[in-house]
């Protein structure tokens, strides 16, 4: 067996290795219902795409994509596509909260962006006033998330309860048409392996989209960006982080990669068209809602994800930060400061070698996210999807450019046209081949 071969083997092996251990230690240890259910399928699921991988690795027929592609597809059957459909079937419309945590047919994620969509159609707000409760408010009460999440929830608040109008439901498919699209404005790249399983069927990205899903597209919505700020116009790739950081401040980390991206590739008018628009879609979005109750939305949106509102914010997973931070108010000042020197040093790379194409958006937005939640005080492990996710999508990028380069190669075509910019300098001023043909050079 070629080096190579036994290389991409041992990567397949050790993804799905991982993923039947992870999946297993939810099915039996979790203390929450929809866990178990993920997990009692995802071990089979993953258990299955390992005795695959075994077989084809003993096996003396070389590898080839089919071959690898078939334990990908038997884990995210098992380990996505099943436990996402019973769990909406088993979720009781009458149901509220019961024993918390342990029975929730999904996480209360779901129902939060649910109760969202009809506040905001009866109220004209997605954010409850919690001074009506008549008690101290607790997590639950909260919507932690911009206004533009409710749409995920409008199915179930104008057609009633029932598994097709779960909010999961429309996460997972609304992710598949903003994967589907960043695919066709890259021009339909061959995607690697290793990239589906890091974005698509790594075991944190099924879990979310089973029991929770709000963190899906908010990670194909970066991805669509980055893609966007490349091969279209910079208003485009506006549009989408505007919408996005408005479904989750979680995603501004990359509205700042994608601004230094769009200046250094395209120049300061297209920077200016760039944030123009993303002002303009957040003025529509945000004002609406902000003019019915200015506090509750800050409240809301603001305080409580920063560990400022009424109620704490649960996310106490023990990554270093929260450790670091459950040493008291010296430890929770150094979390803070380690914070903020990695984010300096983040910073300084992005300013001092710019994001040049989709694949560089994506590491640096993967390095800051994944920087940000390991050091942060109060922070979740399900949240390293986001990094997992995006170096899955860096991959893809990667595949793509290799494609274009291919095709560079080969000669240009009749589609290609050289764009440079006055206004920045010389060794900014690399040639971008039109969005019908090469995409940006690197």
């Not at 409850?128 to 179930?156: E, Q, S």
């Not at 902000?290 to 409580?304: C, G, R, T, Y």
């Not at 270093?320 to 790379?349: E, F, K, N, R």
């Not at 000669?411 to 043909?437: C, E, K, Y």
């Amino acid at each position: 067996m070629e080096p190579t071969r036994r290389r991409t083997w041992r990567l397949d092996l050790l993804f799905y290795g991982v993923g039947l251990a992870f999946a297993a230690a939810n099915a039996i240890f979790s203390e929450f219902y929809g866990y178990r259910v993920w997990g009692n399928f995802a071990t089979a699921g993953y258990l299955v795409a390992l005795v695959l991988t075994v077989l084809q690795a003993v096996s003396r027929t070389p590898p080839t994509i089919s071959s690898r592609w078939a334990p990908a597809g038997v884990a995210g059957l098992l380990a996505g596509v099943v436990p996402l459909v019973v769990l909406v079937f088993v979720r009781d419309p009458r149901f509220v909260w019961g024993r918390w945590p342990w029975s929730f047919p999904s996480q209360p994620e779901v129902w939060v962006v649910e109760r969202s969509a009809r506040l905001l159609l009866d109220n004209g707000t997605p954010y409850p006033d919690l001074g009506l409760l008549g008690r101290p408010p607790h997590p639950d009460d909260y919507t932690p998330y911009g206004p533009a999440m409710t749409v995920f929830g409008l199915p179930r608040a104008l057609f009633g309860d029932g598994p097709l109008t779960d909010a999961r439901v429309w996460f997972a498919v609304g992710t598949v048409l903003l994967v589907v699209l960043a695919l066709k404005v890259m021009g339909w790249p061959r995607i690697p392996v290793l990239a589906a399983q890091l974005a698509a069927i790594s075991p944190l990205t099924l879990l979310t989209i089973t029991v929770a899903g709000d963190d899906i597209p908010v990670i194909a919505l970066i991805v669509l960006a980055g893609a966007l700020a490349f091969r279209k116009s910079p208003a485009w790739a506006g549009l989408t982080i505007a919408f996005v950081i408005n479904m989750k401040l979680t995603a501004l980390p990359a509205l700042a990669v994608l601004a230094v991206a769009v200046l250094a590739a395209r120049g300061r008018r297209a920077l200016l068209i760039f944030f123009g628009t993303v002002i303009i879609t957040s003025a529509v979005l945000v004002l609406p809602v902000l003019l019915v109750d200015p506090h509750a939305f800050v409240e809301h949106v603001i305080l409580f994800p920063a560990g400022l509102g009424e109620a704490s914010s649960p996310a106490e997973s023990p990554l270093p930060g929260h450790l670091i931070a459950q040493l008291g108010p010296v430890g929770h000042a150094a979390s803070l400061a380690l914070l903020a020197v990695a984010a300096c040093a983040i910073t300084v790379w992005l300013v001092v070698r710019p994001p040049r194409d989709p694949a560089d958006v994506m590491l640096r937005t993967a390095a800051g996210l994944g920087t940000a939640i390991i050091l942060a005080p109060a922070t979740r492990f399900g949240y390293l999807v986001y990094p997992l996710a995006l170096a899955g999508a860096m991959l893809a990028f990667l595949a793509a450019k290799r494609k274009e380069g291919t095709r560079t190669a080969a000669g240009p075509t009749d589609g290609d046209q050289d764009v440079t910019h006055d206004d920045v300098p010389d060794a900014l001023n690399r040639p971008i081949a039109s969005p019908d043909a090469r995409g940006i050079q690197a």
